[in-house]
């Protein structure tokens, strides 16, 4: 009996090293894949040939060791690689790809460091539900968790921040794994996923083993068991490296609303008499064009609040879009189509909503979809699915349909009450230098058709998003609802390279624009001209604001009217300074800053401002 145990026993110690054996050295699979020793083909070069094939454009990065091979590999095939001053900005410049272009947008960066200065931006990217790639470097794999430079466990960082998370190990894994990854960044609700790419990976075999540092000659048993592993393990690293696979994207797939439920829809807006839509960004994903949600739109003819990036979707001055007064619009309405649109801080919570009202909410992701239901509102219909194709298969359904007009142009009137009141205010004197929202009345009325707005700030972003008028459908980038600073320099970087010929115009206010004025100098070097406006009240206003009169101090808050336009001169742009400027001599200095940048110079304008109570009552937690 024992004997059998033992034997038992035997066999199960047997398999577990075979197993262990086969995953680590790869033995089996090495009998029929060979590794090819003399190659000088290198694991960058998969995962560049991978990016472009997924359609690839442009790859932001900050340099290091780790991952130079893919950096230059992708440019060989004709792949942009943008480097920025800091790893945060290359993410946020991917994301802003994603979002203009509907493709999965591209950053790598180097390990340790470089990937922990890039969590704000991945963090950003899953709440904005951006389809984003971030490829990081690692140290190798036979020396993670021995202390090599840089070494991390970076996958418990970003496993509770991306859809997908996976380390490589072998060679011949990268295609696949990259293909996997760029699906599921794209399938369901977009985001962001993270693939961890060691050292060993993306140079060549001769390189790899030269490193290592092998002794030639054995001098005991040991020594010869180590040299044996050593060789059976980076054999299998390389075995198979070059076989040819398919690098071709993986389909995508979206939630779409179900026919019954479109029709459910159709019947409660057919009867509506008030319905009113408030369109979020996430209806601006792929698969329905922009162009043709705004269609849509028009053909429904419902007032309109847009959101995120679905501002500009319906121009510049469509009746439809209502920007005014959305609290007394939703006490009314008798029909609420939440498309895209969460009920969180923004909608506070929920409260909002009328209880009388009958509410469609369509949203892809089913937290978003049911979030604060269960304290202050309910949904009529709650559809789990693609906001924009849902809005398209809506109007379908309702040919004929007319949303009576005097409701439209009620809202539109309390629209053009509140505009007026904020003109007067716009005239208002203030305690020093200029009205920031006279400021910004001059700025929208020189803005481009084409312009793109990138919102980067408290305060002063916050007047901006009530006064300037984006142009057009995906004109307008502001960082969501995690509400992070800095996201500008990077945006503004994705969006000229997205769209070379629009007029890129960053949005500061002075607190946040410390966060990347140094992307100046990446505006330079890559030629990339785009016009930063700055907000200069020499505060972090919007803190300050509540901090005073509650706690009676301004610690912390305080910051100097300094020449920010000089910073921008010292980095390659050209810079102007606004005071006490006329509102004509406002537009000139305007129209030389747009000269400046069409002939190829970033430009930044650093416009002191001062304090007005426009925004008095705003939420800056």
């Known amino acids: 009996m024992y004997l059998i145990l033992f034997v038992i026993f035997l066999i199960i110690l047997l398999v577990c090293g075979l197993i262990f054996i086969e995953n680590n050295l790869g033995i089996f699979y090495q009998l029929s894949h060979k590794a090819d020793k003399k190659s000088h083909q290198n694991g960058g070069e998969l995962v560049a040939q991978v990016l472009h094939s997924h359609g690839v454009k442009f790859l932001f990065t900050l340099c290091g060791g780790h991952i130079s091979p893919v950096n230059v590999a992708a440019e060989k095939l004709g792949i942009r690689v943008v480097d920025t001053r800091h790893e945060v900005t290359a993410v946020f410049a991917a994301d802003a790809v994603a979002r203009l272009s509907g493709q999965i947008g591209v950053a790598i960066v180097t390990a340790g460091p470089g990937l922990t200065n890039t969590i704000t931006a991945i963090k950003n990217a899953q709440m904005a539900e951006s389809p984003v790639l971030l490829m990081g470097g690692a140290a190798a794999t036979l020396l993670k968790g021995r202390g090599a ?8 960082l970003f496993k509770p921040l991306c859809k997908f998370c996976a380390t490589i190990r072998r060679v011949r894994d990268i295609v696949p794994t990259l293909r996997e990854a760029i699906a599921a960044a794209q399938s369901g609700v977009p985001g962001p996923v993270f693939v961890e790419l060691p050292i060993d990976l993306l140079y060549r075999y001769e390189l790899v083993v030269k490193e290592l540092g092998m002794p030639s000659k054995s001098k005991s048993i040991v020594t010869t068991v180590i040299k044996w592993y050593l060789n059976k393990y980076i054999d299998n690293m390389f075995a198979g490296a070059w076989d040819k696979r398919d690098i071709t994207p993986l389909p995508v797939t979206q939630p779409m609303a179900q026919p019954s439920q479109i029709q459910t829809a159709i019947q409660l807006v057919s009867q509506a008499k008030k319905p009113v839509i408030l369109l979020g960004s996430q209806a601006t994903l792929p698969p329905t064009p922009a162009d043709q949600l705004r269609k849509s739109l028009e053909a429904l003819g419902i007032p309109c609040f847009l959101g995120g990036m679905a501002r500009g979707m319906l121009g510049r001055d469509s009746p439809l879009h209502i920007r005014q007064k959305r609290s007394d619009a939703l006490k009314e309405a008798d029909v609420v189509i939440l498309a895209g ?10 409260r909002v909503l009328s209880k009388k009202s009958k509410i469609i909410c369509v949203n892809r992701n089913v937290e978003q979809l049911t979030k604060n239901t269960d304290v202050f509102w309910k949904a009529t219909l709650s559809i789990q699915g693609d906001p924009g194709s849902f ?3 809506l109007q379908s359904g309702l040919v004929g349909f007319h949303c009576d007009p005097e409701w439209g142009k009620l809202l539109k009137g309390r629209d053009q009450e509140r505009e007026t009141a904020n003109n007067k205010k716009a005239e208002e004197p203030v305690n020093k230098y200029l009205n920031p929202l006279k400021l910004l009345h ?18 002063f972003v916050g007047s901006a998003a009530y006064i300037l008028r984006p142009r057009g459908p995906l004109c ?4 969501g609802a995690f509400g992070t600073l800095g996201v500008g320099g990077g945006f503004a970087l994705g969006a000229k390279l997205c769209r070379p010929d629009a007029e890129v115009v960053i949005i500061y206010g002075d607190g946040s624009l410390g966060y990347s004025v ?21 505060c972090w206003t919007q803190i300050c604001r509540e901090q005073v009169p509650i706690l009676g101090s301004d610690v912390a808050c305080m910051l100097s009217f300094l020449d920010y336009q000089t910073v921008a001169e010292g980095y390659g742009g050209t810079g102007y300074k606004l005071t006490n400027e006329t509102p004509e001599q406002i537009v000139e200095v305007f129209k030389k800053a747009k000269a400046d940048c069409k002939a190829g ?7 002191l401002i001062g304090k007005t109570n426009f925004r008095d009552g705003s939420i800056s937690v």
């Open 149 to 156: 430079l840089q070494d991390i466990d970076q996958m418990v």
């Open 341 to 350: 649109t969460v009920c969180d801080f923004r909608l506070s919570y929920g």
């Open 391 to 393: 809005i398209v298969a």
């Open 442 to 459: 001059e700025l929208d009325d020189v803005l481009d058709d084409n312009s793109i707005l990138v919102a980067d700030g408290g305060d």
């Open 476 to 479: 307008w980038l502001d960082p």
């Open 518 to 538: 140094a992307e100046f100098d990446t505006f330079t070097r890559h030629k990339l001209p785009v016009i930063a406006v700055v907000g200069n009240d020499a």
């Open 601 to 607: 110079k970033p430009t930044l304008v650093n416009c």
